[in-house]
């Protein structure tokens, strides 16, 4: 209800719900204080006219009802910060401060423009790294694979970032340029990145990516009238023939819709590629509009074939 009222995403972590109770407490206060403030605006012109009042009142107001507002709206803020604020923002640091011991923990290093996401492989161990290494097309963060044995195992994608769900995460922060802001709508991140700097971010997914694009997904119909990029099938599709048009899953071109609608297929159910984004929340440069990774949210067979196949291209 909160997020449809509010015009939030999909929150798919273990503490998105505290979020979103504070944007609802924070949203009904400034709804109300800007209420209040038109009706005393219009009264005040009605009120205090010319016609009705056509001299100057020199005592002014007697009442302390303004001073009775003021403290109502002192005494909310109070509340909302002393019993939803402070105890989640407490939380939070003591959840990235001393993590789990089945936490994930993953470095990302942001730069303009992209995310480089390192994971510390099958040892579970992090390889050195060094400034000096940094090649922008081949080893964007620096990895010493050469002079660290612990290094040659360790996973590096760039605006590509996969978590397992029901699993604790951990994110350490940093920057290779100017101030950054890693930000997960989905799983109410967002966190500025600054240089010289590593903040740890921790949170929980409850959902997979399939279970996001399942909420997503909409009824598309034949012939479409607008481009069909980012979008893939939820379901598998034939001709009356049986013959395959196209699979769910697979990618949904202009090509792919004409197929369809030409079979006599009237709509289609599409759902987004990637169901959740990185997005950079600060301007970092000409460049921050192409910002943007994704993040992919895997059950534990998906996670486990994923870094498996990541470990085996390194070999």
């Known amino acids: 209800m909160w997020q449809k009222l509010l015009g939030l995403p999909i929150d798919v972590s273990a503490h998105g719900a505290r979020i979103d109770q504070l944007l609802l407490w924070v949203h009904v206060l400034m709804a109300v204080l800007f209420v209040g403030w038109i009706a005393l605006f219009f009264y005040i012109l009605v009120r205090f006219r010319r016609g009705r009042q056509p001299k100057a009142d020199y005592t002014g107001v007697t009442t302390h009802a303004s001073s009775y507002v003021e403290a109502i709206v002192a005494v909310v803020e109070v509340a909302l910060l002393v019993g939803i604020s402070i105890p989640f923002w407490s939380w939070k640091v003591n959840a990235a401060a001393t993590p789990d011991a089945a936490a994930i923990r993953i470095r990302v290093t942001a730069q303009q423009f992209a995310w480089n996401v390192h994971y510390p492989g099958a040892d ?25 044995p612990q290094a040659k195992d360790d996973i590096v994608t760039v605006n590509q970032l ?32 600054i240089p010289g700097m590593t903040i740890p971010v921790a949170f929980t997914a409850t959902q997979t990516s399939d279970q996001i694009r399942d909420q997503l997904t909409r009824t598309l119909k034949l012939p479409a009238d607008k481009k069909l990029e980012g979008l893939i099938a939820m379901a598998d599709y034939a001709d009356a023939s049986g013959n395959s048009l196209v699979k769910k ?42 910002m943007k990774g994704f993040l992919n949210i895997d059950d534990e067979k998906q996670y486990k074939a994923w870094m498996q196949d990541e470990l085996d291209a390194l070999q």
């Not at 090649?135 to 050469?146: A, H, V, Y």
């Open 124 to 148: 579970g161990i992090f390889g050195r790294t060094d400034i000096k290494l940094c090649n922008e097309q081949t080893n964007p963060i620096g990895l010493d694979r050469d002079g660290d």
């Open 162 to 193: 996969h978590i397992p769900v029901n699993k604790p995460v951990i994110i350490d922060l940093t920057t290779k340029d100017v101030i950054h802001s890693f930000s997960l709508p989905v799983l109410r991140v967002k966190q500025d990145t």
């Open 249 to 290: 899953g697979k990618g949904v071109t202009d090509a792919v819709a004409k197929k369809l609608a030409d079979a006599g297929v009237p709509e289609i159910q599409v759902g987004p590629r990637y169901s959740a984004e990185i997005a950079c929340a600060q301007l970092c440069g000409l460049g921050h509009y192409r």
